[in-house]
């Protein structure tokens, strides 16, 4: 029996792994873990079914090696494949520079990888060329918490203090169907009297928990702040104590909002006035006010100044710092937060340095060992870099650590392309991926169960995932991984094989920084069911609250910023007249390269989800296939026909190949996150295809 915790969303949640003998190996049993706080014993069915990886037949578990000449893939030894590798990296590096190989982490690393990998890519090749996919998670809240703030923590409070707030504002969140285990405290906010709103395109199942729904045109909800918080100032709700003691640029702020009328907000968004004015009167009559924005309202070309907007009303108000208030950001990947903290992100090293900040720089390098001037500057943002690959002054090669690019990027067929083009692409996965499919050389690595490592959660938890059963034979680590190709390249920097050796490493490498981990060991996690940082020395009780007394700025106040709506980098046209948003279903997860090999979840496939008017107007009915098209390509799916969802919108689960071929890759200028949400597209009926004639 281990306790341990679940290998998908940033809830963690805890779950006890009982371990059987099977033909084929051992079996893995979830079992409840009701000790830990953030689910008490709940999962969802991803949860219930996380074992199912286990000893499937499609678990890689040995080295492949394709034959460029007939495009097949061998099975190599691990000696073989690693130093195949470390040959073609030396090639490249030798011809084109040090920026000639890239990196591609994922939000699903523990800590003690990411941390690794950063330090395999500035010190072992020396590369500038670093990002991850956590770049498409929450990098739009992280930019506006950084600006606002002074830092980014995803919740700056425990999850359960939803529970004792009197209204909380859900932006862009499908929580029950993402996140089941966090809807309790949903409902337990509106059984002790607490009131949801919820904002959203869709009527999804957290929408109906809501007390008021708002369903805005997709790339909209920043105008919807701007006009809740006109309305707050012009009703005098606004909190000018707090304002003058705890922020700075309100004025400025106050007047920029001015011009947001509610008609004006009704005219753009779509949102009725009064309904505008119904939830601002119910804004203004509460003493605890919590905002929490997720994807939704994220990813968009402007997707930090919509939260800074957010932030800004929760400002207005009174909220950051106050007991069971505030705002928040619900981190989706299960290591979104940490992976970002400690150096996969092109420009930050450990402990949420910055990179080309000097002092940072210095302190790293001395945990390192290294010429603090040798540490390259910052590189390409994750969609940049991809974008970049085989492209003249462009990586050549590209190796890949739990990351399915090709489901997962934005305008996917192009990045395809690249990746295609590639002189290298190494691909380290526990399945054979639609990306491991690409690869030159893939590496079969050990999955959450077979090893031990740290995550952090979506409240800044360190928690602490303990191994439940060996790996198969032939499988190995990716900080093995990281190791062998280090000690190949002739690097003398130390890569630790052992979790706990590179975590505490990484608590050293982190001391001082935003994101401080100096004081968390393992037993600490294990005795205190998870430590919060920042935890800046063993003595220190871990930070399950911020705020309280300062903001993490140089005057300790916070920073309201002027942000005003240009609307989503695509509009719709005669030719692509509605608009496409994309989203989780249930059943799966990210990619889906896990969930969708695990037969007790169900896999519907992929779907398009239109009103009954839209439906009408093209001619089609529930489960008829349609065709999306979009500026960059189109998709074939069945027809899901709800009354739930604006008729000028439809809506693509992002799980299975396609729905990113659609999707736009505007960046935001300051997270560089792609716009994911919103793009015009057209729907029509699709043509059967005629069938030959039979003579």
């Not at 099977?22 to 409840?32: D, F, I, M, P, S």
Request: net charge negative.
């Amino acid at each position: 029996m281990t306790d341990t915790h679940c290998p998908y969303c940033s809830l963690q949640c805890g779950m006890t792994l009982a371990s059987r003998r099977a033909r084929g190996g051992a079996v893995l049993e979830v079992r409840a873990r009701p000790d830990f706080p953030v689910n008490e014993g709940a999962l969802c069915r991803k949860g219930w079914t996380a074992g199912g990886l286990r000893g499937h037949r499609e678990r890689l578990t040995t080295p492949l090696v394709r034959d460029r000449t007939t495009g097949e893939l061998s099975a190599v030894g691990w000696e073989e494949a690693l130093d195949l590798v470390a040959e073609r990296i030396t090639e490249l590096r030798t011809a084109s520079g040090d920026d000639s190989v890239a990196v591609f982490g994922g939000g699903g690393l523990t800590n003690e990888k990411a941390y690794l990998l950063g330090k395999f890519a500035r010190v072992a090749l020396g590369t500038s060329q670093i990002d991850y996919n956590g770049r498409w998670c929450m990098s739009s809240a992280a930019s506006a918490g950084n600006q606002a703030f002074g830092v980014d923590r995803g919740l700056p409070f425990p999850l359960s203090d939803v529970e004792r707030a009197d209204v909380v504002v859900l932006v862009g969140s499908n929580l029950a169907e993402t996140m089941p285990p966090a809807a309790r405290h949903l409902d337990r906010l509106r059984e002790r009297g607490g009131r949801l709103v919820v904002i959203d395109p869709r009527l999804t199942p957290t929408g109906e928990r809501a007390d008021h729904l708002l369903q805005p045109v997709p790339g909209t909800d920043l105008p919807v702040a701007l006009g809740l918080l006109h309305l707050l100032d012009a009703a005098g709700a606004l909190d000018e104590d707090y304002l003058a003691e705890r922020t700075t640029g309100f004025d400025d702020v106050r007047r920029s909002v001015a011009g947001w009328w509610p008609e004006r907000v009704e005219r753009v968004s779509g949102i009725a006035a009064e309904d505008l004015r119904e939830v601002a009167a119910l804004l203004a009559g509460s003493e605890r006010v919590m905002v929490l924005t997720a994807r939704g309202a994220e990813q968009h070309s402007q997707g930090t100044a919509t939260v800074l907007a957010w932030i800004n009303l929760a400002l207005g108000l009174g909220m950051c710092g106050k007991p069971y208030a505030g705002y928040g950001c619900l981190t989706g990947q299960g290591n979104g937060q940490g992976g970002r903290e400690h150096g996969q992100k092109s420009d930050q090293l450990p402990g949420y340095r910055m990179i080309d900040d000097p002092a940072a720089r210095a302190h790293v390098a001395g945990v390192w060992g290294v010429d603090p001037d040798s540490l390259p500057g910052p590189g390409r943002s994750a969609y940049e870099l991809l974008d970049a690959l085989g492209t003249d002054g462009g990586p050549r090669a590209l190796l890949v650590h739990g990351s399915n690019i090709v489901v997962s990027a934005p305008h996917a067929t192009q990045v395809t392309e690249r990746l295609e083009s590639l002189d290298l692409l190494v691909v380290a996965d526990i399945v054979m991926s639609e990306t491991a499919a690409l690869a030159d050389v893939v590496l079969p690595v050990t999955q959450w169960a077979e090893e031990s490592g740290t995550m952090t959660n979506l409240e800044g938890r360190v928690i602490l995932r303990e191994q439940a059963v060996a790996p198969p034979d032939g499988v190995r680590s990716d900080l093995d991984v990281i190791a062998g190709l280090a000690t190949r390249l002739g690097c003398r920097a130390s890569f630790p094989l052992d979790p706990e050796e590179v975590f505490a490493e990484l608590a050293l490498a982190s001391a001082g920084g935003r994101a401080d981990y100096a004081g968390i060991t393992y037993d600490r996690i294990r005795a205190e069911q998870g430590v919060f940082w920042p935890c800046p020395d063993r003595d220190h009780p871990g930070t399950p609250r911020l705020f309280a007394d300062a903001f993490a700025t140089a005057d300790g106040r916070a920073r309201a910023l002027v942000v005003d709506h240009a609307g989503a980098a695509e509009q719709p046209d005669a030719d692509y007249p509605v608009h496409l948003t994309t989203g989780r279903v249930l059943a799966q997860y990210q990619s889906g390269a896990q969930t969708r090999r695990i037969t007790d979840l169900r896999d519907e496939g992929i779907f398009v989800e239109l009103h009954p008017m839209l439906a009408g107007r093209i001619g089609v009915r529930d489960g008829e296939q349609v065709e999306v098209s979009t500026r960059r390509g189109a998709r074939t799916a069945p027809a899901r026909v709800v009354p739930t969802i604006r008729p000028d919108t439809i809506f693509v689960p992002f799980h299975w190949v396609g729905a990113n071929r659609l999707t736009n890759d505007a960046l935001d200028p300051m997270s560089r996150m792609p716009e994911f949400k919103v793009c015009a597209a057209a729907v029509t009926r699709a043509v059967p295809a005629q069938r030959a004639r039979v003579r």
